[in-house]
Nanobody, 116 residues
Framework: QVQLVESGGGLVQPGGSLRLSCAAS????????MGWYRQAPGKQRELVAV???????TYADSVKGRFTISRDNAKNTAYLHMNSLKPEDTAVYYC??????????WGQGTQVTVSS
């Protein structure tokens, strides 16, 4: 059974930093990509950042230059380093993993709140 365990959310002041982690387990299939989406109250879920097994990355325009996604393939773990956080970054952040032949799975979500 596939499990995605997220950690690292919380409350931070504007301009601060947080690091989110997502550890995937429970499948013998290889992972094509790992990433993060977010959903703010009253808004649709949106892409934040994705990284492929080869290390290719994609970022939302709103986070480019502030967020960095990385991945430890040996540990099936992805990290989202978030710097210069803004109040508009406040949302529930969802980890997502795409397994080859099994499809996409989602984590339970972790709250990130940026407020003074």
């Amino acid at each position: 059974q596939v499990q995605l365990v997220e950690s690292g959310g919380g409350l931070v002041q504007p301009g601060g930093s947080l690091r989110l982690s997502c550890a995937a387990s429970g499948s013998i299939f290889s992972i094509r990509d790992m990433g993060w989406y977010r959903q703010a109250p009253g808004k649709q879920r949106e892409l934040v950042a994705v990284i492929t097994s080869a290390g290719s990355t994609t970022y939302a325009d709103s986070v480019k230059g502030r967020f960095t996604i990385s991945r430890d393939n040996a540990k099936n773990t992805a990290y989202l380093h978030m710097n210069s956080l803004k109040p508009e970054d406040t949302a529930v952040y969802y980890c997502t993993v795409y397994y080859n032949t099994k499809g996409r799975f989602w984590g339970q979500g972790t709250q990130v709140t940026v407020s003074s």
